[in-house]
């Protein structure tokens, strides 16, 4: 496998008066990614695997890390809402659009109002749905860190990608966008129950990703969401936790680009 | 002058066995309530009401109750049912509640309702108090933390009116909305019962207090950090056009008094053991840092200068900004020690005051001479302090302490917000009985 460049621009897009951070690289199909309720750290060699097959853009979701709050927001349709017109903005079209855990959950809310954009859709361990069984990870119940450690299978998977000790800016990333979190998903936590009953309505075709040892968002919801969408596929990534797309970047890119191709 | 009594009425039960060194966990909001026991709650809340009206007699001006949710070291999930009752069994003391914790209420309208039923009740002894709450509260009612700060204020704002403008009216806010506000209660006092808020760390809610022009009172914080808030509050003030008193200031602090030092001593080392309140230094419980600092709850920076006490500012998650604020790079040794704070350390600074009459009035007017407030609460009965410990205390408060402390108070000119108006500065005329 050759090594895709390295290089990634950095634009701001404005929608509905707040100033959009992009991160945008690689050339092809146009894919968005949109990042888990922790913020997106950089550019990531998820990042940059899927940039092999795809022109990624990955925002940071409005409230999130360079993105700037809609004070008013107050659950993530609110977010979808904002996101979408950002498709719109970058005049995408054919998107594979991505969403890892309330990133998904926008995602789907995304796909449920408008796919018009969308030719493929990819969920990974995506927040969204009240599970049939278990529960979803409280992270208002624990340190941020902790929370964030509860996303791998375990610390040796946690310290490869952030280190022994976490660099302060991550950590401020970690707090600040706990914050926003906690004003789009207070109750009921992680999930609406007006987003179920549109699944069947999600036509475009959807790659559901989950790791095995998931610990934050239940298994039960990637069978929810296989068996409620019209037309998806489930992979279960053997052993990976919650945080899959960061401990198998290019595992995870491989499915996403196949999915896109299928 | 205005003298009240508190105590935080800890749940007391000695087969428990999370307290006292029995090695069980004892972090706050960690312990499941299956060990309650409701003949122990029967007991303990007739004993706090008793005393209160013991206090009554004894010459306390105030009975205060504070409110805290789903934790062993307060009773008083639900004070104004508490208030309720002292509004009929006690006569003439004023019923002090500091304070509702108002962003946890979705509807204020039931609360407005339930305070002027005891201001009624009680024919107008209701002083009422708002609080933001501890993360604690916002999460026991599933309060959404980033918008305490616009819940409190808007309740507020929606309380007074509630109160003061002639119903029915339409409210449509930002967190509260009715389409029909006329209550069939209101309070006995005109325009409605003094609100004092009480604080310990946020600067917002001391520029808000005065800004309202409220007594501010402050919950035992230690004393220079206190004098330090109400000299911001001072500040607040004049930016207002207006001269803080005696009467804007209220502080809450330590007192037990005994027969004896031995006595004094024995039932003060109590104030640190049991069912004590987790965020003071000293006491048996942990707090979890991450549920007090819940996201958005207070502000980050905008801190009073009491988080120079690391325990403060460790029960409300703010270790950083404690270390900011005394140059600290990390957590040395001196503030573990402080944390600790033991009994000795505590009443060498004056957190916890506890003697005879003779040892306990020069302290009190230390601390009235240094801090000048007009209202003051001597929290007493509280960790595992017996009944009797508690009925000692505030015998001998009524027979000397609080002779001595009234005269202390004259001759230092300290007013209480029923002596002068906070809100123009002028002599209130008592009212004719």
């Not at chain 1, 979408?84 to 449920?112: P, Q, W």
């Not at chain 1, 490869?160 to 109750?187: C, Q, Y």
């Not at chain 2, 001998?396 to 108070?409: D, H, Q, S, T």
Request: proline content about 6%; aromatic content about 10%; hydrophobic content about 40%.
């Amino acid at each position: 496998m050759t090594t895709a460049t390295a290089s990634h621009t950095e634009t701001t897009v404005e929608v509905a008066g707040l100033a959009i951070r992009v991160l945008r690289g690689g050339a092809g199909p146009a894919a968005v990614f949109l990042h888990h309720s922790t913020g997106n750290p950089g550019w990531m060699p998820f990042h940059e695997a899927l940039a092999e097959s795809f022109a990624l853009a990955v925002p940071d979701l409005p409230g999130y890390g360079q993105s700037a709050r809609p004070d008013w927001a107050r659950e993530p349709r609110d977010i979808a809402v904002l996101v979408n017109r950002l498709l719109d903005r970058l005049e995408l079209s054919g998107v594979t659009l991505i969403g890892a855990g309330l990133g998904g959950f926008i995602a789907a809310e995304m796909a449920a109002m408008n796919q018009s954009r969308l030719s493929r859709l990819v969920l990974i361990g995506a927040a969204g749905l009240q599970p049939n069984e278990g529960e979803i990870a409280d992270q208002m119940m624990v340190d941020f860190a902790e929370y964030v450690k509860a996303g791998f299978r375990d610390d040796a998977a946690f310290e490869h990608v952030f280190g022994a000790e976490v660099d302060p800016g991550i950590k401020s990333l970690w707090d600040f966008s706990r914050e926003m979190t906690a004003r789009i998903t207070w109750k009921p936590y992680m999930f609406s129950r007006r987003l179920a009953p549109l699944l069947g309505e999600i036509t475009v075709p959807a790659l559901v990703i989950w790791g095995e040892k998931d610990q934050v968002v239940p298994i039960a919801c990637a069978h929810q969401y296989a068996k409620g969408l019209a037309n998806a596929r489930l992979e279960v990534i053997a052993g990976a936790g919650h945080l899959v797309e960061l401990e198998e970047p290019e595992t995870v890119a491989r499915l996403i680009a196949a999915h896109a191709q299928s | 002058m205005f003298i009240g009594y508190f105590t935080e009425r800890p749940y007391q039960d000695p087969n428990s066995g999370y307290f006292g060194a029995t090695g069980r966990d004892l972090t706050d909001l960690a312990m499941s309530n299956a060990s309650y026991d409701p003949k122990i709650g029967a007991e303990l809340y007739n004993r706090y009401l008793d005393e209160k009206v013991y206090a009554e007699e004894m010459g306390f001006d105030g009975l205060m109750l504070n409110e805290h949710h789903s934790t062993p070291f307060c009773m008083g999930g639900v004070m104004n049912v508490e208030a309720a009752i002292l509004a009929r069994i006690t006569k003439r003391a004023k019923i002090v509640l500091l304070g509702n914790v108002l962003p946890i209420w979705d509807d204020p309208l039931w609360l407005a309702e339930e305070l002027a039923e005891i201001d009624m009740i009680s024919r107008g002894r209701l002083v009422t108090g708002w609080v933001r709450g501890t993360g604690r509260e916002s999460i026991a009612h599933n309060a959404q933390s980033p918008f305490n700060w616009e819940r409190f204020q808007e309740a507020h704002d929606f309380i007074v009116t509630a109160w003061t403008k002639p119903g029915p009216f339409r409210w449509e806010g930002e967190h509260y909305n009715y389409r029909y506000v006329n209550p069939w209660a209101r309070p006995y006092q005109d325009p409605h019962p003094q609100i004092w808020i009480p604080g310990v760390l946020s600067k917002n809610t001391v520029k808000w207090t005065a800004e309202h022009r409220y007594p501010y009172v402050m919950l035992a914080t230690e004393l220079e950090p206190t004098l330090k808030s109400y000299q911001y509050y001072d500040e607040v003030a004049r930016e207002n056009g207006f001269e803080a008193q005696s009467q804007h200031r209220g502080y809450l602090f330590k007192v037990h008094v005994d027969e004896t030092e031995e006595l004094a001593e024995a039932a003060g080392r109590k104030y640190i053991q049991g069912p004590s309140n987790p965020f003071l230094e000293g006491n048996q419980g942990n707090v979890r840092a991450f549920i007090q600092n819940l996201p958005g709850m207070t502000s980050r920076t905008n801190l009073l200068p009491t988080v120079t006490s690391f325990a403060l500012a460790a029960s409300r998650g703010r270790q950083q900004a404690h270390r900011e604020a005394v140059g600290l790079a990390e957590p040395d040794k001196q503030d573990k020690a402080d944390y600790l704070g033991t009994f000795e350390e505590q009443v060498n600074k004056m957190s916890i005051i506890t003697g005879t009459p003779k040892t306990v009035i020069p302290k009190v007017k230390h601390v009235l001479e240094y801090l000048r407030p007009g209202s003051i609460f001597f929290w007493d009965g509280d960790g595992a302090m017996t009944h009797e410990d508690s009925m000692r205390s505030l015998r001998l408060f009524g027979e000397e302490v609080i002779p001595a402390v009234r005269e202390i108070g004259k001759s230092l000119d300290l007013k209480s917000p029923f002596e002068v108006d906070t809100k123009t500065n002028k002599p209130i005329e008592p009212a004719v009985q």
